[in-house]
């Protein structure tokens, strides 16, 4: 029994065919096509005023240089929340809980913010390592520490969206185990573990959206240091 509860995390194979690349696709293929009318659907029109808004106040304390991301924000955005919330739905597979998939996408867009402030203001990146006002003993071991704290930074934003999936998607296993397992012994008790598997449900909505866009909010913010 414990070990069933980590089988949803394993990736799917069908005929040794691993399928995690159909469920990174599926997302994509749900998405509305936009139209050349005038006048569009509800769904084309509340996702057109979904990226509006995301877009503005995520771009807002960046500058002109940093607007040219925001077709990749946008997108990822949109692309993280679309698997979170699959992945709520029952007999599917969540890819973000995968630290392999989180990581690379973390890793790569950490990089790309690093090295366009290292081509564009080498100075004043590197000028992170070393606060101003340092007492010179302490230059090479705070050189050290902000070395290791930026190299972290990648890692910090896979692990963060891999743990809190993880995390929620146990609870909401176990909960329903209980509630399953207590039905026919204890039905009142059954029915509160029920209520509350409904609740966390509710969070974990709740928590697939806050991460998706507390993930693309923090690579925001370390572009704002390099532009």
Same mark, same amino acid.
């Given at each position: 029994?414990?070990?069933?509860?980590?089988?949803?995390?394993?990736?799917?194979?069908?005929?040794?065919?691993?399928?995690?690349?159909?469920?990174?696709?599926?997302?994509?293929?749900?998405? *509305? +096509?936009? %139209?050349?009318?005038?006048? !569009?659907?509800?769904?084309?029109? $509340?996702?057109?005023?979904?990226? !509006?808004?995301?877009?503005?106040?995520?771009?807002?304390?960046?500058? +002109?240089?940093?607007?040219?991301?925001?077709?990749?924000?946008? %997108?990822?955005?949109?692309?993280? #929340?679309? $698997?979170?919330?699959?992945?709520?739905?029952?007999?599917?597979? +969540?890819?973000?809980?995968?630290?392999?998939?989180?990581?690379? $996408?973390?890793?790569?867009?950490?990089?790309?913010?690093?090295?366009?402030?290292?081509?564009?203001?080498?100075?004043?990146?590197?000028?992170?390592?070393? *606060?101003?006002?340092?007492?010179?003993?302490?230059?090479?071991?705070?050189?050290?520490?902000? /070395? #290791?704290?930026?190299?972290?930074?990648?890692?910090?934003?896979?692990?963060?969206? /891999?743990?809190?999936? /993880?995390?929620?998607?146990?609870? #909401?296993?176990?909960?329903?185990?209980?509630?399953?397992?207590?039905? *026919?012994?204890?039905?009142?008790?059954?029915?509160? +573990? /029920? #209520?509350?598997?409904?609740?966390?449900?509710?969070?974990?909505?709740?928590?697939?959206?806050?991460?998706?866009?507390?993930?693309?909010?923090?690579? %925001?913010?370390?572009?704002?240091?390099?532009?």
């Amino acid at each position: 029994m414990t070990l069933s509860f980590f089988d949803q995390f394993s990736s799917p194979v069908f005929l040794g065919i691993p399928l995690m690349a159909l469920a990174i696709m599926i997302p994509w293929i749900m998405f *509305p +096509t936009p %139209s050349s009318r005038w006048m !569009n659907n509800r769904m084309l029109t $509340l996702q057109n005023w979904f990226i !509006n808004l995301f877009t503005k106040q995520l771009l807002l304390p960046l500058n +002109t240089a940093g607007h040219k991301w925001a077709l990749i924000f946008a %997108s990822l955005m949109i692309f993280l #929340i679309s $698997l979170n919330m699959l992945g709520l739905l029952p007999y599917t597979f +969540t890819p973000t809980t995968q630290l392999s998939l989180n990581m690379g $996408l973390a890793v790569p867009l950490w990089l790309a913010t690093v090295i366009i402030g290292m081509r564009n203001q080498p100075t004043h990146s590197l000028g992170h390592l070393l *606060p101003e006002g340092t007492p010179v003993p302490l230059i090479p071991v705070l050189i050290i520490i902000e /070395t #290791i704290s930026l190299f972290i930074r990648p890692i910090a934003l896979g692990v963060r969206l /891999t743990a809190n999936l /993880t995390a929620g998607h146990l609870l #909401i296993q176990l909960i329903a185990t209980a509630a399953f397992v207590l039905m *026919p012994l204890m039905p009142t008790v059954a029915l509160l +573990t /029920t #209520i509350l598997l409904f609740l966390l449900t509710l969070l974990e909505v709740a928590v697939a959206m806050i991460q998706a866009y507390v993930f693309v909010l923090l690579l %925001s913010l370390y572009l704002q240091e390099n532009v």
